[in-house]
Structure formats: structure tokens, C-alpha cells
């Protein structure tokens, strides 16, 4: 793909960013790089990508010791395990995927000023990462005690369904926990960002009040 090809779909992202939030400057394009070459990834950050997104520490950690990519914010999405938790905090500016207490201690301990969002499971598959909506407000009021760990708002990752109707539910209940945990907040602890819409739901997110939407495919392609 030309650069060309970068800039066409980045324009188009942007164009229903415009078109399909209320509040568009607020919006942050996440390139979701996984799989995806250095090669690539330069090419769409010349084309305008200014935050990438990946899901697994190894391989991005290859990516980045041969490329650090000056300037461009980077967004751990993937899932979190314990032992690989301080390579996120030096490699990474925002973790996605905070779901286990056990890594919110591990993170508070380290003083890191990461910033993080907390992982709702609103589509209740097993396979998915993320907390029991109903246990959600437990877990952040647990959290309190935490001083150190910098929490900036909630993610989720829509159901495997074609049904738009479904989809929407699920970024429409994220939305109301984000708005019914403002109650929650401390210094450290606050709800603003909204992660969530992926190539084939991002449109239906911005509707929804997403903040940060993490897209693969629609600026890269198919993955092999
Ligand atoms: C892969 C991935 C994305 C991007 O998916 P696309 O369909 O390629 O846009 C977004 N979020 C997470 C957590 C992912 O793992």
C-alpha cells in the first residue's frame, strides 16, 4: 500500500469522526499496529498517525528496539500478565487493559504515572478480557485505597455479532458506568476516556460518546 492509500483512510476516520461524535476534538485515532511491519507502521504515521496500539509485549518490544518511533504516544491494548507488567510501564504511555487487582498493585507499587483504563467485559464472552459489569463499582471503590496509579476512564471491546443493535448496547452500558462511577473519583482515580469501536463498530462508538477508538484494518488492511 502507497502512502497515499494511509492518507485516504486516515481521511476517511477523520471524516466520520466529524461526522459521527459530538464532540470530535476530543477524539483519539488509535492505529492498532499489531502484526502489522515497522515497514507499515512508518508509512501510516507519515500519513498522519500520531498513536499506535499493541496486544502483545514481545512483539511490540521487537518493533520498538528497531524502530522507537520519536513523538507518537504508545497504547498497550492487549492482555496484561504480571510478569510482563513493568515492560509495559517502560515501553508504553497507556495501558488499555487493567482488569486484576493484582496488577493495579504491581502498577501503584512501581509509582509509574502510566495512564490507565479499566477493561469491562459489557459483552460477557469468556474469551474476553475485562470486569464483570456488575462487579465494576466494587472494583473501583477497592481501588481507593490505591494512591499512585493513574486511572482515566474505561474500555471495552464489543461482542462477536453481526447485530448493530447489540453492539451498541454494549458501548451504550460502558457509557453509563463511565457516567455512574464519576461518583467514584479520587485525586487519582477519574473517569473521562471512553475506549471503544474497532474497524467495524467505531462509527456506532463516536455515536455512543467514545473518546478513543482503536482501529487496525481501516488503516492498514487485512491482517495475513
Ligand atoms: C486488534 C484490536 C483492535 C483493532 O481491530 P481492527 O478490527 O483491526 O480494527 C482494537 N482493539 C483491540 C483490543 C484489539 O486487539
Given at each position: 500500500m502507497s502512502l497515499q492509500n494511509y492518507i485516504d483512510r486516515i481521511n476517511v476516520i477523520n471524516e466520520n469522526i466529524h461526522k459521527f461524535?459530538?464532540?470530535?476534538?476530543?477524539?483519539k485515532l488509535i492505529g492498532v499496529t499489531k502484526t502489522f511491519s515497522v515497514e507499515k507502521i512508518k508509512t501510516a504515521i507519515n500519513a498522519g498517525v500520531k498513536i499506535i496500539?499493541?496486544?502483545?509485549?514481545?512483539?511490540a518490544l521487537a518493533k520498538f528496539?528497531?524502530?522507537?518511533?520519536?513523538?507518537?504516544?504508545?497504547?498497550?491494548?492487549?492482555?496484561?500478565?504480571?510478569?510482563?507488567?513493568n515492560k509495559v510501564l517502560d515501553n508504553f504511555h497507556f495501558?488499555?487493559?487493567?482488569d486484576r487487582e493484582k496488577i493495579v498493585k504491581k502498577i501503584?507499587?512501581?509509582?509509574?504515572?502510566?495512564?490507565?483504563?479499566?477493561?469491562?467485559?459489557?459483552?460477557?464472552?469468556?474469551?474476553?478480557?475485562?470486569?464483570d459489569p456488575e462487579k465494576l463499582e466494587n472494583f473501583i471503590l477497592e481501588l481507593h485505597k490505591y494512591k499512585n496509579i493513574q486511572?482515566?476512564?474505561l474500555m471495552t471491546i464489543s461482542p462477536l455479532t453481526e447485530n448493530k443493535n447489540e453492539i451498541r448496547k454494549s458501548f451504550k452500558q460502558l457509557k453509563g458506568l463511565l457516567?455512574?462511577?464519576?461518583?467514584?473519583?479520587?485525586?487519582?482515580?477519574?473517569?473521562n476516556e471512553l475506549s471503544m469501536g474497532m474497524t467495524n463498530d467505531y462509527t456506532i462508538a463516536l455515536q455512543?460518546?467514545?473518546?478513543?477508538?482503536?482501529?487496525g484494518r481501516g488503516i492498514f488492511g487485512s491482517r495475513k
Amino acid at each position: 500500500m502507497s502512502l497515499q492509500n494511509y492518507i485516504d483512510r486516515i481521511n476517511v476516520i477523520n471524516e466520520n469522526i466529524h461526522k459521527f461524535s459530538q464532540n470530535p476534538k476530543k477524539i483519539k485515532l488509535i492505529g492498532v499496529t499489531k502484526t502489522f511491519s515497522v515497514e507499515k507502521i512508518k508509512t501510516a504515521i507519515n500519513a498522519g498517525v500520531k498513536i499506535i496500539g499493541e496486544n502483545k509485549v514481545q512483539d511490540a518490544l521487537a518493533k520498538f528496539k528497531e524502530e522507537s518511533f520519536p513523538g507518537i504516544e504508545r497504547h498497550y491494548i492487549g492482555k496484561l500478565q504480571s510478569n510482563k507488567v513493568n515492560k509495559v510501564l517502560d515501553n508504553f504511555h497507556f495501558i488499555h487493559s487493567l482488569d486484576r487487582e493484582k496488577i493495579v498493585k504491581k502498577i501503584d507499587n512501581s509509582k509509574s504515572q502510566i495512564k490507565c483504563l479499566i477493561e469491562v467485559n459489557t459483552s460477557g464472552e469468556k474469551s474476553k478480557g475485562g470486569v464483570d459489569p456488575e462487579k465494576l463499582e466494587n472494583f473501583i471503590l477497592e481501588l481507593h485505597k490505591y494512591k499512585n496509579i493513574q486511572i482515566v476512564g474505561l474500555m471495552t471491546i464489543s461482542p462477536l455479532t453481526e447485530n448493530k443493535n447489540e453492539i451498541r448496547k454494549s458501548f451504550k452500558q460502558l457509557k453509563g458506568l463511565l457516567e455512574v462511577n464519576k461518583k467514584n473519583e479520587t485525586d487519582n482515580i477519574h473517569f473521562n476516556e471512553l475506549s471503544m469501536g474497532m474497524t467495524n463498530d467505531y462509527t456506532i462508538a463516536l455515536q455512543e460518546g467514545a473518546t478513543m477508538i482503536r482501529i487496525g484494518r481501516g488503516i492498514f488492511g487485512s491482517r495475513k
